[in-house]
């Protein structure tokens, strides 16, 4: 079981930045975690995910360059640093965990889910 819960959503120009965070509990031994956005009318696509143990990195091809992906153990959190925002970016970003070491890039992957955090970029 792991409980998670993100913060950091908010209004920012195009061209800023923002940071979100995925503070994570229960047991989260062995799992990665996935941050996910979900826009108005569209589906829930992937953006990066971390291995909690070794600190893997995977980023979706549309965010390579600008986010980028960490982990605090110490604070048991996963940030999203997000740089170079395009209005694109507006969406509802998510924070997953999943136990697979093999599937990381769909929704269904992944067991535990976070409320979610808005991120709006205005023009």
């Known amino acids: 079981q792991v409980q998670l819960v993100e913060s950091g959503g908010g209004l920012v120009q195009a061209g800023g930045s923002l940071r979100l965070s995925c503070a994570a509990s229960g047991r989260t031994r062995r799992t990665a975690l996935g941050w996910f956005r979900q826009a108005p009318g569209k589906e829930r696509e992937f953006v990066a995910r971390?291995?909690?143990?070794?600190?893997?990195?995977t980023f979706a091809d549309s965010v390579k360059g600008r986010f980028f992906i960490s982990r605090d153990n110490a604070k048991s959190t996963v940030y999203l640093q997000m740089k170079n925002l395009e209005v694109e970016d507006t969406a509802v970003y998510y924070c997953a965990a999943t136990r697979s070491g093999v599937y990381y890039r769909s929704p269904d992957d992944y067991d535990y889910w976070g409320q979610g955090t808005q991120v709006t970029v205005s023009s």
């Open positions: 971390i291995t909690w143990n070794d600190g893997i990195i």
